[in-house]
């Protein structure tokens, strides 16, 4: 008969490193970018290559990552969710990455309405591919929309954005 040996721990070192992590920063100060630091350096394995300033060919545009590796993308909120970017971009980007980190998340209200939108749609298709996000922001969460026409749908996003940090949803497989 054949004895089954289970050789690693049974602990996902991703999700532990992510539940170790911390998910939503705030305000922008150098601790903001110490934090994303460590959580990207801890959710890779040992010896992996990191490409900086990685420009991604995404729907025939470039979208510059500020780190990737090993299926974690690190980019700035602007490189997102600022000019001509559509939902296409964002399930795309889901396709590729596990997990996501943003930093320099700005507060949001009427004038950056369509930043607004984008932010929404990226992390709609984030949520729905199960991608773990980890953000660095100009304000706490329940602050980061200040009113304008999007008031209905990113209390949504605030919702999925708590939920996302929950161990239930950071042990969710990815939808690629």
Known sequence: HTEIINVDSGIDYRLRALEQAELYHFPLDAEAEQSLEKSFRSLLPEQCRVQENDALNIENREIVARKTASGVAWF???????????????????KIFDTVLVSNVERMDAYKD??????????????????????????????????????????????????MQSHEYLSRPHKP
């Open 76 to 94: 700035e909120f602007r490189e997102l969710c600022d000019g001509p970017r559509s939902q296409n971009d964002y399930i795309e980007l889901g």
């Open 114 to 163: 369509d930043m607004a939108r984008r932010f929404i749609n990226m992390v709609d298709e984030f949520y729905d591919r199960s991608v773990k996000l980890i953000l660095s922001a100009e304000v706490e969460l329940k602050d980061l929309y200040a009113g304008g026409r999007l008031e209905f749908e990113f209390q949504r996003t605030l919702s999925r954005l708590l939920e």
